[in-house]
């Protein structure tokens, strides 16, 4: 989700709301490694690449290929890559919610992309809205190195308008060394409120963060019981006094310099501040979170076409898949790029939670008619 930066910023930067990643210590060894990997794999793909345009009588594309996606979803050097492949020009744009991204396609303003990166709920939204072409999978290659639970995904069966692209969760990341005790559960935001008064932020993200409330009540993510979202909206209000910021990013500086002790993360973000600084914490509440996945898609007013498979296949390739998770912390859906993750990425639980972590966890689905009840009570709280 809406989110994701690279903890390798200065390589990597792009337009858009990003925030600085330096890695220190034993990290920065391991960023040099998975850096110098990342550039064998983009030269592997070019190998490959420059084989079958010489077979095929050339490989030049067409055309400029506009993207609209999550800050550091694309990175500079995967961009050149590409390029370098195809002869396509590629422009990147930057949203930080599905919200966003929605409110401009359908306010016209999004006719020049042809590939978006909408999560998991938002594929189903935008499919009954009629905003997404079908995919032809006769133009998709590696489809079939995708896990078998993103082969048919209840948000979209069978993959027909969209392609798996990164998954995670959402938690909790905290200063081990300020927070009182361990925090193990949403609970803890409540009977620590006193503590971490006006030093914790939650998502600036209403399905996320009323979402997480829900589960603290011990109802589902996705209620649409008008009783338990009240519920909800009056429990959230009650933390409210004790909320710094609701904020999806550009919480780092605050949170390692101790003006902030906790805030609400996704796990792309909390691995690399994990990583980051060894007194932070990163957790998925005991009686659960939202577990997401990010997709390609095309709109049916895509001006290029031919190039978004082209882009698609693309970060299919098991190398870019496994470059993007190395250097991104997206955990990815490839099982071939996952095996050749190393031992430990692999065992990384932040990066791949346990079975029984995952089994607490749900994905974000559309609400409905809820819909309004859950804007009604967002912006009550956020313009309280």
Not at 138 to 150: A, M, S, T, Y
Not at 181 to 200: C, F, I, K, V
Not at 268 to 287: F, H, K, Q, W
Request: aromatic share 10%.
């Amino acid at each position: 989700m809406p989110r994701k930066r690279s903890l390798y910023s200065n390589q990597f930067r792009r337009l858009g709301p990003t925030r600085r990643r330096f890695l220190q210590g034993s990290a920065a060894a391991i960023a040099g490694v998975t850096l110098a990997n990342c550039r064998q794999n983009i030269a592997d793909v070019q190998s490959g690449a420059d084989t079958e345009a010489a077979s095929n009588g050339g490989g030049e594309g067409s055309g400029v290929l506009h993207v609209y996606t999550w800050a550091d979803y694309t990175s500079d050097q995967l961009v050149e890559a590409f390029t370098e492949k195809t002869g396509i020009e590629v422009i990147v744009d930057i949203y930080d919610s599905n919200e966003t991204m929605l409110a401009k396609m359908q306010a016209g303003g999004g006719d020049a992309y042809s590939i978006l990166y909408p999560s998991d709920y938002m594929v189903q939204q935008m499919i009954e809205l009629g905003m997404l072409t079908e995919i032809d999978k006769d133009r998709i290659e590696g489809l079939g190195n995708i896990f078998d639970k993103w082969q048919n995904p209840v948000y979209d069966l069978g993959n027909t308008f969209s392609i798996p692209y990164a998954w995670g969760t959402t938690g909790l990341l905290y200063n081990k060394e300020v927070v009182s005790g361990t925090p193990e559960d949403w609970d803890y935001l409540w009977d620590n409120q006193s503590a971490l008064s006006r030093r914790m932020t939650l998502l600036d993200d209403v399905r996320e963060t009323m979402g997480a409330v829900l589960k603290s009540l011990g109802y589902s993510y996705n209620s649409t019981d008008p009783a338990e979202l009240e519920e909800a909206y009056n429990r959230l209000a009650e933390l409210k006094p004790a909320i710094a910021s609701f904020m999806s990013f550009g919480y780092e500086d605050a949170l390692f310099g101790g003006d902030l002790s906790l805030v609400m993360a996704y796990s792309v973000d909390a691995i690399a501040a994990t990583l980051e600084d060894e007194r932070m914490e990163y957790l998925v509440p005991s009686s659960g979170s939202s577990v997401w996945t990010d997709t390609m898609v095309i709109p049916p007013n895509a001006p290029n076409v031919d190039a978004a498979y082209q882009w698609i296949n693309f970060n299919l390739d098991p190398a870019i898949s496994q470059m993007n998770t190395e250097t991104l912390f997206n955990a990815t859906p490839n099982k071939v790029a996952f095996d050749n993750l190393s031992d430990e990425l692999k065992s990384n639980t932040d990066l791949f939670p346990p079975q029984d972590v995952l089994d607490n966890c749900e994905g974000i689905a559309p609400v409905g008619d809820a819909t309004e009840l859950y804007d009604e009570y967002w912006t009550r709280i956020t313009s309280a």
